[in-house]
Every structure is written in structure tokens, then in C-alpha cells.
């Protein structure tokens, strides 16, 4: 049994705020876990977000979805309610049952018969109409919905239906349009107004809308937060720099994560679903005509008086606000430790207000915390309210102007520092991606080709990338034609070639005879150290329909916006790359055919398609010779099949009696699938323990008749062994038709699909 739990986490797109903080939740959970973290970022199901305004690249980036099976995660995690957020039914349906097979929990929407974890979708709107009720005096309240097709927008529905009607309102002064979730929300809100145009205030299901809504209202005249009142929901990264500010309701994804990846032990041990929701708090900006922080408000949500007096209990009560979910965690505690420095000084500046030398340490103090990592943990909104209830705390706390003053100068300068601080972490993102433009550009230009060999180098392709804050980076190329688009079903390649990989030490080129790997280790392999955790993160490399590969890519969730750009470029470059191969391939073929024609290097030409330790073809030799006979014109509509043949144990053998017994047992299989199959026939070693082999037939059922064949001969291999352990073999088959537009390699994947039914058997007889 493995030691670390893999865990799966399909996203949407990285570059969606709310995303990014999805994944930093889940990796802090996973790193509290010591469990592998897989984030998989695909796009949508179904209509596209408002955000794009088309489909495009959706089906190619949504192909990453299949490069995690119960081959290679214990758990999965969706954010169903947002890569769903646009389907119909049938088509979360059908996104439902593609998913594998492993303990599933969906997250910010819930789905019957499955664990589920999302936001209280009810008591927020519930709080927002009681708000705009009781403290604006709004009697007519319209209610922006998002489509009833959605688990969330049925449940903010009800919340809205169920508030008015306690609140004594009338659903007429209380009418709901319905929107979709996107910024495309004009229509329903001039619907709205032109049904109701004298409304109090307007409540949007989500802050997208809210966009939409904005401009409708200035296109009338109408200013939020003054003509009319205007609350959303979600606290999108939008809200804040919408003008007004939006008021909403802050559901942190982060913490919804945390809370459910933390939870990971009770999903796997348990067999019964689960909903479990968490909390929501208002938030009040201008546009619900709230003009400036409550305080009263806030003093509760802290849990103090004004005048606390217990010093340790601010402490805690400011931390826990601040940090939420993640008071707890081990990773925060040396902020901790800087945040509560600075309210001791506090606090002793606030007992001594005529010691100028305290209110620098203050400062000192504040400056100290600044320099910590923070703002991974912390939304700027959140300190600045922290901030201003010290800042009112202190004013409660004397009565003279003169000090007040002294005050207000120290938190400016704390503000300062805050100021200064997002400029410099603004700036570094910039710098950044400036940085990412020029050393991806530099390596697009010094790609090289040996004029010797007229090989292609992939190697400066991840040179300097880990200078971008990525530690390690894995290039997998898909072998043979893949190519997906809205009227393509994209099925995901059984293996892959590893081409280049990069760590903190260096850059490196795969040898050829070892780039060869199932695609379920694209996570865990040879090439990854398995002494630590990772958080691992897969993005799809491809133009236009054509999917080249994947890769795979390290790094803190903090940094994880880079990942993208990186894919994008690379993906450029790896065209161009492929083009250039493919040219060099078919020179290097005409050149062979020549020398071939002249009887020169022939020998050398088989030995270079020979795999060295059991004398049968390689990976290259097998796929010419076999694709050769395949597309032959005299063995046009021949039957044919190819089988897949998996060595067990190979690493029992080599564990427990030493490498030079695990190449007997690879030889020894070489032998016997030479004896089960014609010397015309086409045998070969892809890698490690797996093998294949090619042949003619002339008759439906040759395959149980070859799978007899070797089962007899390993059986009399075994008779006369010597070897402490005997020789397994599992075989899968697929039978067809030689042709010219035969694609071996899907050929093979079938073949292996099979292979792996057949282990899936053999283990359960076993078991």
C-alpha cells in the first residue's frame, strides 16, 4: 500500500481569481496531509464564460480532465459548480460519468449521491435583503437570478423567496429575471427595470452579473449605491474594483478547499455521501449606500467590545479573523508570530501614546509583518478592515484630539507600508512575465539542430525555467495523430514519451530508449523524487486541434498563474519543433532508402532498431517495421493484430534477487513470445517490462489461439528453470485490417486497454 495519498483536483482556468485561491486552499490542506497534490485546470462544460466570449481552445484545455483514472489518484476533487456553472443537465450527466471511478467529492455545487461541499447558499441572501430591509429602509428589492438549471442559483432562489415573504414584502415590488452567471446580464436587467423601475435596490445571484447590471444602470442615469442599491454575491476579485465597490457576500474558496480536502480520511473510509456547507459573511462597500465600515457591525464579527482590555484575546480575535480556516495550520504560524509582535507594541503604544520612540517600534513591528508571506493567506480588504478596528479601537480609548492625531499618523504609516508593499508585489508579477516573454523568446531562437545527425535539441526549451519560481518541469509528447474539437471525441493516449525535464539543478534530456511511460505516470515515475510531496499541476500543450502532450509542472499555488503562459508559449515552439522533425524524418528516410538501395549501413541500420538486452526490435524498430506491413498495398483489407504484453513482477525480481535475474526474466519473455509467434512476424520491447508484437492472421480468433500458446510455453519455460520465481505473462489483443490511414498507435492503446482488463482479472483470481 502507498504511503502518500495522490489527490486529484479538476479546475477551471488558472487565471481566474477565485481558482487560484481553490487550489492554494487545497495544497495547504495537502501539505498538512503530506498527500500529492494533481491540479488538473481545464475550462467549462457547456456555454462559455462571459469572460471569453467564445469557445475557443475549451475542448483542447478540457482534454486534461482524462489524464487522472484510479491508476493514479485515491480521491478526487471537482469544482463542479464552476466548470458546470453553464451546462444543461445531460451534459453534466455525461461530464459526471466520464470522471474515474475513485471517491469523487464535488465542491461549490452538490450533486445527488455524492459527497458535495459549498457555500451556505442561503443564509447569504438571507442577510443581504434583512441589510438592505433594515438599515437602507428598501421596501422593493429585485432579484437578478442565475439559470435554474444550477444547484446554486435554485438555492439563492429560495433563499430570496423565503426572506421577502418573512419580511412581510410582496413578490410584485419583489420581481426575479433570470440571468446566466456571466456579464452578459443587460438584458434581464433592463428586463427588470422596465417591469419595475422604481425598485429600492437590486440583489444579483453572483458579482458577474453584477457587471452587466452596473452598466445598464448608468446607461439610466441611475448611480449605484445612491439612486438605487446594488448587492451581489461570491466576492469575485471584480467586486473591489468595481466603482462603487460591490457589496456581497464573501464565500473564500480558499477555505472551502481546505475545509474539504482536510476532510480527505472520512471520503475514503466512508461509504455514504456527504453535504457539508460553509460559512458566508457580508461584506459592505458602497454600493449597498453603506458609506463607510460599521463598526458595531465588525466589532461583532471580531467577537469584542470596543474597549477590550484582554490583550491576548485580541490577539486571537484578530488572527482568527484574518486567517480563517487556516488559523490552525502550521504554515502560518510565523506570521502569527509577526502579527502578534506588532499588536504587543500596539498595545503598549496605545498605554503610552507620548512615547515617540514605541510608536516607531510599532511601525518597525508592522513593517516586520509586512515582509512575511502574508498576502498568500490574507485578502488586502481583510487587513485594512483588521487595521481600522485597531485604528477606532484606539480612538474609543482617549478623548484627546492632540492624541488622536498621534494615532491617525501611526496607522498612515502603517497604510503606507501596506501601499508599498502591493506595488512591490505588483511589480514583481510584472517583472515576471516580462522575464517569461524574453527567456521564452531566447529559447525559441536558440533551438539548434546538429548538422551531424540532424538531431533536434528539446533541451533549451525548459532552460531557465526554474528561475520563474517553477522547481520542476516535465515535458510528455503523446505519440502518433490526437487531435480534439467540438466534433472530436478525444480519447487520452495510453502512453507518452518524456522527453525533457528540469529541476533546481539542471536542465535534461531523456535518453531515447527510456522516454517510453504509461500516461498514468505522468505524476509518479523514475524522474520524480518520491522522498517528499508535490504539488503537481498538468496543462495540455497543443495548437489549434492538434494535442502534442502535456506538461506537468511544480510549483507553490502562489505562483501558479505562470503556468499558463509557459504551456501557451511552449506549445508555439513545440510546433515548430514537430514540423522541423518531421522534415528531418523524411530527408533521413530518403537518405536511408538510398543507402538501403546501395546495400550500405544496412546492418547498422538493424542494429540501431535492436533493443540491446533481449535482441528483439525496440521501440522504433518495432513501429517502422510493423507500420511498414500495415500500409503495404499488397496487404491492403489483410487481418491483422497486434498484441500488448506486460512481463509481471519485474520489480519483485529486481527488489529480491538483484537487476541481473530481472534481465533473465525480460530475456526469458523475449524468448517466449518468439516461440509463440512466427519468426515473419513482428516482435518487439517498448520499455522496461512491456512488450508487443505484430502478425498477419488469417482468421477471426487467432488471438485466444496465441494467448494459449504462450500461456503453454511459459509454463514449459518455467518446468526446467532453475529461478527461485516463475515467469508471468499478461497478453491484450486487438484484431484488425491493414490499411493506409491505420494509425498503429491507437492500435496499441486498444490493445493495452485490454492488457489492463486482463491484470484487472487475473489479480481479482488472485486475490
Known amino acids: 500500500m502507498k504511503d502518500r495519498i495522490n489527490i486529484g483536483l479538476l479546475v477551471d482556468d488558472l487565471d481566474n481569481y477565485f481558482t487560484a485561491q481553490c487550489c492554494c486552499g487545497a495544497e495547504i490542506a495537502a501539505k498538512e496531509l503530506d498527500a500529492n497534490l494533481f491540479i488538473i485546470p481545464g475550462r467549462y462544460v457547456g456555454r462559455p464564460d462571459g469572460r471569453y466570449g467564445s469557445a475557443d481552445y475549451t475542448y483542447q484545455y478540457n ?10 489518484i485515491d480521491i478526487l476533487y471537482v469544482l463542479i459548480g464552476v466548470i458546470c456553472s453553464r451546462a444543461e443537465e445531460d451534459e453534466i450527466r455525461e461530464f459526471v460519468a466520464s470522471l474515474p471511478k475513485v471517491p469523487t467529492v464535488f465542491l461549490f455545487s452538490n450533486y445527488e449521491g455524492y459527497n458535495t461541499v459549498n457555500f451556505d447558499n442561503k443564509s447569504g441572501i ?6 438592505l430591509y433594515e438599515k437602507h429602509n428598501a421596501r422593493k428589492i429585485g432579484f437578478v437570478s442565475g439559470p435554474l438549471s444550477n444547484r446554486d442559483a435554485q438555492l439563492r432562489l429560495e433563499a430570496f423567496n423565503e426572506i421577502i415573504a418573512s419580511l412581510g414584502l410582496s413578490s410584485f415590488d419583489c420581481p426575479v429575471v433570470y440571468g446566466d452567471f456571466t456579464k452578459d446580464s443587460e438584458n434581464v436587467v433592463n428586463e427588470l427595470l422596465d417591469e419595475a423601475p422604481d425598485l429600492d435596490a437590486i440583489v444579483f445571484a453572483n458579482d458577474r452579473m453584477a457587471i452587466g447590471g452596473y452598466k445598464v444602470l448608468y446607461d439610466r442615469g441611475l448611480v449605484p449605491g445612491e439612486d438605487i442599491l446594488v448587492m451581489g454575491f461570491d466576492d469575485d476579485v471584480v467586486a473591489k474594483s468595481m466603482i462603487p465597490p460591490l457589496s456581497t457576500v464573501e464565500a ?9 480536502v482536510m476532510n480527505t480520511g472520512n471520503y475514503l473510509s466512508s461509504q455514504t455521501p456527504t453535504d457539508i456547507s460553509t460559512r458566508t459573511n457580508l461584506v459592505f462597500r458602497k454600493s449597498c449606500g453603506c458609506t463607510d465600515i460599521d ?16 490583550k491576548e484575546k485580541l490577539k486571537i480575535a484578530v488572527a482568527r479573523y484574518l486567517f480563517g480556516v487556516f488559523y490552525t495550520t502550521d504554515s502560518v504560524d510565523y506570521i502569527k508570530d509577526a502579527l502578534d509582535l506588532f499588536i504587543d507594541k500596539y498595545e503598549e503604544y496605545i498605554g ?16 516586520e509583518f509586512v515582509k512575511t508571506d502574508y498576502e498568500d493567506y490574507i485578502s488586502a480588504e481583510k487587513l485594512f478592515n483588521a487595521l481600522r478596528m485597531l485604528q477606532y479601537r484606539a480612538y474609543s480609548m482617549c478623548d484627546d484630539d492632540s492624541i488622536k492625531l498621534k494615532i491617525s499618523d501611526l496607522f498612515s504609516e502603517v497604510y503606507r507600508d501596506i501601499a508599498f508593499n502591493n506595488v512591490r508585489i505588483t511589480q514583481e508579477v510584472v517583472d515576471k512575465r516580462g522575464e517569461l516573454e524574453r527567456l521564452m523568446n531566447r529559447q525559441t531562437g536558440e533551438i539548434t539542430i546538429d548538422p551531424t545527425t ?19 518541469m516535465y515535458l510528455y509528447f503523446f505519440q502518433g495523430s490526437s487531435k480534439a474539437g467540438p466534433q472530436t471525441y478525444w480519447r487520452c493516449p495510453n ?10 539543478d539542471g536542465t535534461y534530456e531523456v535518453n531515447e530508449e527510456q522516454q517510453f511511460m504509461r500516461t498514468e505516470k505522468i505524476f509518479e515515475n523514475d524522474y520524480i523524487p518520491s522522498e517528499a510531496r508535490h504539488t503537481l499541476i498538468a496543462t495540455p500543450v497543443f495548437i489549434g486541434d492538434d494535442i502534442y502532450g502535456v506538461l506537468v509542472s511544480e510549483t507553490e499555488c502562489s505562483n501558479i498563474a505562470i503556468v499558463t503562459p509557459i504551456a501557451q508559449q511552449l506549445s508555439i515552439t513545440v510546433r515548430s519543433l514537430i514540423i522541423l522533425d518531421a522534415q528531418n524524418k523524411t530527408r533521413r528516410e530518403l537518405q536511408a532508402s538510398l543507402e538501403k538501395f546501395m546495400n550500405v549501413n544496412s546492418m547498422l541500420d538493424e542494429i540501431a532498431k535492436s533493443d540491446e538486452l533481449t535482441g528483439l526490435y525496440n521501440r522504433r524498430g518495432f513501429m517502422n517495421n510493423a507500420d511498414r506491413i500495415i500500409k503495404d498495398p499488397e496487404n491492403n483489407g489483410q487481418l491483422a493484430l497486434v498484441c500488448y504484453a506486460d512481463m509481471d513482477h519485474l520489480k519483485e525480481i529486481n527488489d529480491q534477487y538483484g537487476h541481473d535475474d530481472g534481465d533473465f526474466a525480460l530475456k526469458e519473455t523475449a524468448n517466449i513470445l518468439r516461440e509463440a509467434f512466427r519468426t515473419k512476424d513482428v516482435i518487439g520491447r517498448m520499455g522496461g517490462d512491456e512488450f508487443v508484437a505484430f502478425a498477419l492472421v488469417g482468421a477471426e480468433g487467432t488471438e485466444e489461439a496465441i494467448k494459449t500458446r504462450i500461456q503453454r510455453i511459459t509454463e514449459e519455460h518455467d518446468a526446467v528453470s532453475d529461478k527461485p520465481y516463475k515467469i508471468s505473462v499478461c497478453t491484450g489483443f486487438h484484431t484488425f485490417r491493414c490499411g493506409p490511414d491505420i494509425d ?3 492500435l496499441l492503446d486498444k490493445a493495452d486497454s485490454k492488457l489492463y482488463l486482463a491484470k484487472q482479472e487475473k489479480n481479482q483470481k488472485n486475490a
Open 63 to 72: 482534454t486534461a480532465y482524462k489524464l487522472v483514472s484510479e491508476r493514479n
Open 126 to 131: 438571507r442577510e443581504e435583503v434583512k441589510h
Open 252 to 260: 473564500n474558496s480558499a477555505d472551502l478547499t481546505y475545509q474539504a
Open 295 to 310: 463598526y458595531g457591525q465588525m466589532l461583532k464579527q471580531f467577537g469584542l467590545n470596543v474597549r477590550e482590555t484582554n
Open 352 to 367: 503610552d501614546t507620548s512615547n515617540d520612540a514605541l510608536q516607531s517600534e510599532v511601525c518597525d513591528m508592522f513593517f
Open 454 to 472: 540532424d538531431y533536434i535539441s528539446y533541451k533549451t526549451l525548459l532552460t531557465g525555467i526554474t528561475t520563474m519560481g517553477i522547481s520542476r
Open 495 to 504: 502512453t507518452v514519451l518524456l522527453k525533457v525535464y528540469c529541476d533546481e
Open 744 to 746: 498503429l498507435y491507437e
